[in-house]
Each structure stands twice: as structure tokens, then as C-alpha cells.
């Protein structure tokens, strides 16, 4: 996505987000980047799964974005000394003129500032091993037509809302990733609205609304592959 289209702004924490004009909104809550990360995908989606899985735990994203979600799940996996392999698929990622501003006080990993350089510099397409515990495979493809990887143990639903991008809120792609998803798998996403509810419902995922981040959103949603 041309750097012209995008912004950088504050969040109420400190950290940083972008703004996209073409979509007309910000890739995190302006409440608090770190804080709506660090609860809705980390809290409620990783930290569970690295506490019960065995093996390598599998992590899909949809939308890298700033590469915040990456970041720390980095700083979880070392946390737990457990392996993580992250997908991620984004259409339009940001180019230099951004993504080199972008500064996250992620103040329990070492070289945060580093490690998402290197992130954002990753080769797309192909799995990089960041880190003994952590390998990146960024795809620039479009969610709704490409393969998913099997045997996902955690998802972070965090693209644009449904009114930008009603295409990746669809029961159909809900369905194709909870076909892919392991038993016991957690798919966690800030969107709390009903109908999205529904459908993760109706694909088969049991859902729970979730308390949102501090200052933030009041709900979110928790929605588990039981079986």
C-alpha cells in the first residue's frame, strides 16, 4: 500500500498505529495498540495454547499489519520456551517509508525494535527462522482464495472491520478455517458484533464474549474448536 494513503498516529498507551485513508481506519485501537494486542490475541488467544499444546504451536494471522501481533508472540514464545511457526497473510504490506518509523515499547523482549525490522524485512513466501523458537512465513495472498496451513492452533482475526472488508468476516472463510484449525484451537478477534458471533457459531466454534482491553472495547470474542 502506497505510504501516501497511510499514517502514523499515537495510541492512548504510547504506541504507535497506522492509519489507512483508503479503508478509513487505523490498524489497532487508538485506545491503546499494545494494550488491544497484548489482550485480545495474546491473553486470550496464545498464552493458552503455549500452556496446553505439545509440539510446535501453529499461529494463522489475517493481516500483519505493523507486525505488532508477530512481535509479541515472539516475546511469548521465548517467555514459554515453546516453538511457534507464524503465518500471516497480508494483501498490501507497508513499505520502508513506514514500517521503519514504527517503534513498539515492547519492553520485556530484547532488541524488540530489531526483531521487528526484521520481520517486516523477511522474505514473503517462504518460512524464515527468526529465532530457535519462532519461524515467520509472511504470504502475500488474498485469505478468501489461497490454501490455509493445517493443524492451526491459534488465529488472531485482525483485519479491518467488516463494513472495510466484509469479505474476510464471511461464514464461508469462517468455515475453511475452522476446517483447518486443530482440536482445541482459539481463534480470538477484537469484532464483537452479533452477526459475526453467529457465524463462528454456526461453522462449529463455541464462542464466548470476552472482556475487552482496559479502556478499550467492552467485549470481545474467544471462539474455540471443541471438537
Not at 481463534?187 to 458484533?193: D, G, P, R, S
Request: glycine share 8%; proline share 4%.
Amino acid at each position: 500500500m502506497s505510504s501516501r494513503n497511510l499514517t502514523l498516529n499515537t495510541t492512548a498507551d504510547g504506541s504507535l498505529t497506522v492509519y489507512s485513508r483508503l479503508s478509513g481506519e487505523h490498524y489497532h485501537s487508538m485506545f491503546g495498540a499494545i494494550t488491544e494486542s497484548r489482550r485480545v490475541f495474546m491473553e486470550l488467544g496464545l498464552c493458552n495454547r503455549l500452556e496446553e499444546a505439545e509440539g510446535v504451536i501453529t499461529v494463522l494471522e489475517a493481516g500483519f499489519g505493523t507486525g505488532l501481533n508477530a512481535l509479541l508472540s515472539l516475546s511469548e514464545a521465548i517467555r514459554a520456551k515453546k516453538a511457534v511457526h507464524y503465518y500471516t497473510y497480508e494483501l498490501y504490506p507497508l513499505g520502508p517509508a513506514i514500517y521503519e518509523r514504527i517503534h513498539f515499547p515492547v519492553t520485556e523482549l530484547d532488541g524488540a525494535d530489531e526483531w521487528l525490522l526484521q520481520m517486516h524485512e523477511a522474505a514473503w513466501g517462504c518460512d524464515v527462522k527468526l529465532h530457535p523458537l519462532f519461524t515467520l512465513t509472511k504470504r502475500q495472498e488474498d485469505l478468501t482464495l489461497t490454501e490455509l496451513p493445517q493443524a492451526m492452533d491459534t488465529v488472531y482475526w485482525d483485519a479491518f472491520s467488516p463494513e472495510a472488508q466484509p469479505e474476510l468476516w464471511s461464514e464461508e472463510l469462517f468455515r475453511k478455517v475452522f476446517e483447518c484449525c486443530n482440536e482445541g484451537a482459539v481463534l480470538t478477534t477484537y469484532c464483537a458484533k452479533g452477526e459475526i458471533r453467529r457465524r463462528l457459531q454456526r461453522v462449529g466454534f463455541d464462542v464466548l464474549r470476552m472482556p475487552g482491553p482496559k479502556g478499550g472495547k467492552r467485549e470481545v470474542l474467544q471462539a474455540t474448536k471443541l471438537s
